[in-house]
């Protein structure tokens, strides 16, 4: 089955941290671009980072630069966010999608079913 796994999600406290994993069942990752994002209650899902296949090219929404960091390792079929300083508002179900490139755009191949992330006291 071809399909995308997320794992890593949680309860963790303000300032704590969190490492995501996405990894590739059925194909190659390092085919694809990987985006993560994050869906909260009552909000539309939105982009938090992306990454080129080869790993060269990175992005990030303004509202996690310099707390996230996106990562790859092909030859493990796995990428990875790790999440740091973490906020109430970063409490979400996290995505991750294979895509043609990277960018924030909900167009994807493949789209995992999502890990759940909440930062609380």
């Known amino acids: 089955q071809l399909q995308v796994v997320e794992s890593g999600g949680g309860l963790v406290q303000p300032g704590g941290s969190l490492r995501l994993s996405c990894a590739a069942s059925g194909f190659t990752l390092g085919y694809y671009a990987i985006g993560w994002f994050r869906q909260a209650p009552g909000k539309e899902r939105e982009g938090v980072s992306c990454?080129?296949?080869?790993?060269?090219?990175?992005n990030y929404a303004d509202s996690v630069k310099g707390r996230f960091t996106i990562s790859r390792d092909n030859a493990k079929n796995t990428v990875y966010l790790q999440m740091n300083s973490l906020k109430p508002e970063d409490t979400a179900i996290y995505y991750c999608a294979a895509k043609r490139s990277c960018s924030f755009t909900l167009t994807a191949k493949y789209w995992g079913q999502g890990t759940q992330v909440t930062v609380s006291s």
């Open positions: 990454i080129s296949g080869n790993g060269d090219y990175t």
